[in-house]
């Protein structure tokens, strides 16, 4: 048996995990002294008051190192191959501690098969390989073919986004002070994704509106160009905004119904409130990886 194993950061929600047969590996969100499991927390509830998390914003810790273990010495004693997929090695250090646990594992169960793929992503940028790699394990693909058809499907994939302000972005040191003042003096509104697992600017617009019209020409652009396979529309903090976006706008040009999901605290703290999109189109979008995709696999 193949286990597929992800990240919180994934934001794969606990029923789809469930229904796929995922495991899933909470980090952690820690405010005002508590911690909470990532993986298992009401994120909409969380959210709620992101606004007043601005002067405090809550931190975030990797999984532990035994506990990384205790899931892959679970899989090994069952006689299970492992498949992990986790977070860009470029937005957090959890891919290197889950290698650095598997491979103690490893060495103490010498039959033990297994592969790990850098997602070079987060979110449902992230769980969109996680998908194709459920697919091809329930089609009957060994091990190789389920991590291949998730290195395949990352440079198919797609994340944008844009944030209702820079204060967020400054506060975690993603940009200098002086760029967030003036950018929310004169409403800037970037539109962000990620390249070769790290974030990146994709457009600069004025006003919020301006973004998210940027968001739907490229996604437009990419279906004609590349097709379709599967998309959700993500949101930090407010829901409403998001699912009012999805039912006006991205559902009438796709002519079907759309998945509307928060994405982790883990990542959506470090942005603040925002709304995009993450999508998988049929064949490789350009940009997306600039690097060999043979360099995000490592296997025993």
Known sequence: MIRIITDSVSSITQEMARELDIQVVTLYVNRDGVEYEDAAMDLDAFYADIYDMLDNIPTSSQPSQKLLEDVFEDAARAGDEVCGIFISTGLSGAY????????????????????????????????????????ARDAGEDLRGVAQAAVDAIGRTRFLFTPETLTFLQKGGRIGGAAALLGNLIQLAPVLTVCDGTPVTFAKVRTRKKALDKIVA?????????GLRDIVVHYIGDKTPAVKWAHEVIEPMLGRSVKVLPVSPVVGLHVGPAIGIAYECARAISGKLTKPAAGLVCAS
């Open 218 to 226: 490229a996604l437009k652009a990419d279906i004609e160009e590349h």
């Open 96 to 135: 290197d501690g889950a290698l650095r646990a598997i491979r103690a594992v490893a060495a103490r169960n010498i039959d033990f098969k297994w592969e790990l793929v850098d997602s070079t992503s987060c979110g449902f940028d992230e769980a969109l390989p996680v998908l194709e790699a459920v697919a």
